[in-house]
Every structure is written in structure tokens, then in C-alpha cells.
């Protein structure tokens, strides 16, 4: 005699079998993307320090993609092939954190002035550093041709060149835009409005000085001590240098698929659901920040970058630092 308990049972774990079966044919599915003809670069600033804590040139990178809530996604830029790559990073813009991914490094098969460096983003901020040993310290006149070029449009480009300290004569061509002095550290700045990039095209800054040494601007003592940490360098004087081969890195891992995992979810549910268990996700909550109320900002508004204390403007986009509300 059939169990007429146990048939509904039956006919409940085959439906989810169905179910099941279903959810792994559609996570092999390949998931929609930024196509790669669409993605661009929405807004870049680019920082170029020659001899600031080395006798290279330390180059910092930060920008925006067009990718909001089309994430993860790869993407590639092109660096130098002489660079020593410090750091490949998303970036958090109301905390100013970055978190270093791991990175592909290949030369470029079309120009062997790069190579091509990718990894996956979760977010649509991007930040990276390198050195440049293309500086010639060998004379006091000291000459050097910044040049960037992106695999992607840029829309908007801001580059900022800092002068070493105890440089004379010192020019670049073309002009800037804007100069101004850093007052926390004594460094001067020239702002540069490149404005839109086309895709594989070269941006030159032809940057020439005197000084008589070969001294960088800063120690390292001094940068790990926090004693004379740039506005623009969030994360230098964390990173540890790379040793050996300047482009190794990790092999970079696969990207994740966020559909992939909500259907891999939504299968477990069914499942467990099958089973007369419950299972309920917990999703960490991020701690609010105290310190970045309006008038006591840490970090630039307008394109996220620290700021020291009693600074009046960004040193990376120029936005002015909204001043403290007075107290009644």
C-alpha cells in the first residue's frame, strides 16, 4: 500500500530538483556587463611628484568609471613599462580607504613604451601609484616628459605636477592653469586642465628644473612617521614597495558574478526550504562615520582625497573646504 504521507513529500523534492537544476543551467550563462567599446573614464586627476620620497618619480592616480551598479568589473590601464607599480586599487570616496586587488601586468603588443595592467573592480572609483625611473639625476638641469595614455576615453582630466623642494627655474609645458602652495607642507603646485582624452591617444607634460642635489623632498623616515604625508597620498606610507620583478603580482582571481550569487542563494533557500530549515543571510553593517559632518570634513567632497587639518581647498581638485559651523 502507497504512503500517502510521504507522497507530497516527493513530489515537493522533485520540484525542487527542477529547481535546482535550472539555477545551475543559468549560472553558466555569461552576465550582462559594461561592454568594453562603452566603458570611459567619467572623471581622472593624476598627480606627478618627481623626487618627492625617491629620486624616481611617484606618479598617483584616481578616477571614476562609468560602471555604477554594473560591478564587478575588469578593466585595464596602461603604465609605463619602467614602472614599479606600488599599488592597484578600488577606492571608497566617503571613507577615502583603498583596497589593493591583485593585478595582471603584460607588455603591450601594440607599443612597447607599456604595459597593459588589469583587475577587477567592485566599484566605479579607481586609484593606483607607480614609480617612474625615467628622471635623469645625473646633472643639476633635470628634464622629464610625463606622458599618459588610457585604453579608455577620459571625459575629464585634471593633472597636478608637485615641485620638488630646493628646485629652481622650474616650467612645464603646457602651462598650467593654476599654481598654488601647499601651505601644511611648504610644496608647490601646478594645476594643469587637460579636459577630455580621446581613447590610445598620448597626453605630454615636458617637465624641466634645476637642483643642485639628489636628495629627495621628504625622507622615508619622515613618510612612515606620518610626519610629511601629502593630502594627495592617502596610501603611500602603507604600502611596503614591491622587491624583485616590478610587475609580478598574484595570478588575479576570477571576477564574482553578483546574479550568480543570488541565484545560488535563491537554490539554497528552495532547498533548505524543502528541508524545513531556515536560513537567513546577515550582511555586515558599515559603522558611521563621526567625523566627516558638514564643516569638519576629513576628505575632499568632490573627488574624495584627504585633506589636512585647516586646509581651505583640495590640493587635488582645488574644491574649496566648506568652513566649520560657528557655535552659538
Known sequence: MKNQTTEPHRIAL??????????????SFPLPSVRAQDMQIQQLRIQVMPEFD????????????NIDGQTPQTVTFRLPANAQINQMAAMDVTSGAVVPETYDSVPDPADSRWVLVSYTLDSAHFFYEYYDDSLDLSQPSRQFTYIFNSPLAVADLQVDVQEPSRASNFTLSPSASLNYEDESFGFSHHQINVGALAANTDMKIDIAYSKADATPSISRQQLVGGQAVPTVMPSSSAMPQLSGD?????????????????LGGLAAVVLLAGLVLLWRSRQPVRPPLSNVAAGNDLFCRQCGAALQSGSRFCHVCGQPVPEPPTES
Open 14 to 27: 522533485s520540484g525542487l530538483l527542477r529547481a535546482l537544476f535550472l539555477a545551475s543551467l543559468l549560472l
Open 54 to 65: 625617491d629620486p624616481r618619480v611617484l606618479v598617483i592616480v584616481q578616477g571614476r568609471l
Open 246 to 262: 616590478p610587475h609580478a603580482s598574484p595570478q588575479a582571481p576570477a571576477p564574482s558574478r553578483p546574479w550568480a550569487v543570488v
